[in-house]
Nanobody
Framework: EVQLVASGGGLVQPGGSLRLSCADS????????MHWVRQRPGKAIEWVST????????EYASSVRGRFTASRDNAKNTLYLQLNNLKTEDTAMYYC?????????RGQGTQVTVSS
């Protein structure tokens, strides 16, 4: 059973910022690669970011590179995504995923709406 709960979403104006969190109840959190994915209205799931186990390396989709930053705190079993310079096209439900594939089971998502 997936025990990932994302939070921190909300309504923000274009150019604004948000910080998403994803809490994992699994004590083995630190051994997994973690991913952020999103689903825009009417669209398929889209990969956003992947971070390695110790948080020293992250990769990003070209659409968010330079604006989004992934990080993790293994002591708190928590994954983060800092979203800066948000655009209307970033409006989506954001999910975190644990494991080798970004398209594995998703937990509870958090809605990000970018609108003026």
């Amino acid at each position: 059973e997936v025990q990932l709960v994302a939070s921190g979403g909300g309504l923000v104006q274009p150019g604004g910022s948000l910080r998403l969190s994803c809490a994992d109840s699994d004590f083995k959190f630190s051994i997994y690669y973690m991913h952020w994915v999103r689903q825009r209205p009417g669209k398929a799931i889209e990969w956003v970011s992947t971070i390695n186990t110790d948080g020293t390396r992250a990769e990003y989709a070209s659409s968010v590179r330079g604006r989004f930053t992934a990080s993790r705190d293994n002591a708190k079993n928590t994954l983060y995504l800092q979203l800066n310079n948000l655009k209307t096209e970033d409006t989506a439900m954001y999910y975190c995923v644990k494991g080798p594939s970004a398209y594995g089971p998703r937990g509870q998502g958090t809605q990000v709406t970018v609108s003026s």
